[in-house]
């Protein structure tokens, strides 16, 4: 497998000179001809080295490839075939009928669930549900298209809503929504996708 989507830093060893090359770097490289031989030796094979790599990317071992260019190793690491594109798919449609029964099913529980804490709520029960559920309604029938379109937007605007009329426990009755919505609603959709395209 070809190693140039490696996301590791990579590691460049170093050239050493031949030990017999002059030290003092104030000598001059004509002062000896096999020094000079030598340097250039090792200056070319560098350059040689160098070229080849930058050619198609520096390699390790014969095997190993990595790009020179940032664009080179963007293209490496994102081939075209592997790029995905959410905006292809599409969600199903609102289901008129789904939205109605899952609507009733979650005035029910929060009615249940709200109607223990009447010291809380009061005679404004009816109220906040009432509320709550016609915007939950509301989103069921015009956004809510299956797993992955549940959004907490509806339920942060019974909260608001609830808190700009003045009504009782706009937050409890908010979370106790979601909560319900999150446990049940992706799952009911599945079932009844499931059954009515065995019809």
């Given at each position: 497998?070809?190693?140039?989507t490696s996301l ?186 499931k059954g009515n395209?065995?019809?």
């Amino acid at each position: 497998m070809a190693s140039a989507t490696s996301l590791f830093p990579l590691t460049f060893k170093s050239y050493s000179l031949p030990s017999s090359l002059p030290l003092n770097p104030s000598l001059s490289l004509s002062s000896s001809s096999s020094s000079s031989s030598s340097s250039s030796r090792v200056s070319a094979h560098i350059s040689n080295r160098h070229n080849a790599h930058c050619s198609k990317g520096i390699s390790f071992n014969g095997s190993n490839s990595y790009p020179c260019s940032l664009g080179e190793k963007r293209r490496s690491l994102c081939p075209s075939r592997l790029i995905c594109r959410a905006a292809e798919y599409k969600f199903p449609d609102p289901i008129p009928e789904f939205a109605d029964a899952e609507t009733e099913k979650f005035r029910v529980n929060l009615v249940k669930k709200l109607s223990k804490k009447k010291d809380l709520y009061g005679d404004s029960l009816a109220e906040v549900v009432g509320i709550c559920t016609e915007i939950f309604s509301t989103f069921l029938h015009t956004e809510y298209g299956g797993p992955g379109t549940l959004l907490v937007i509806p339920f942060m605007d019974m909260n608001d809503t609830l808190n700009e009329r003045g009504l009782p426990g706009g937050p409890k009755a908010a979370r106790a929504a979601l909560k319900w919505a999150q446990d049940q609603v992706d799952k009911d959709w599945k079932e009844w996708t499931k059954g009515n395209s065995k019809t």
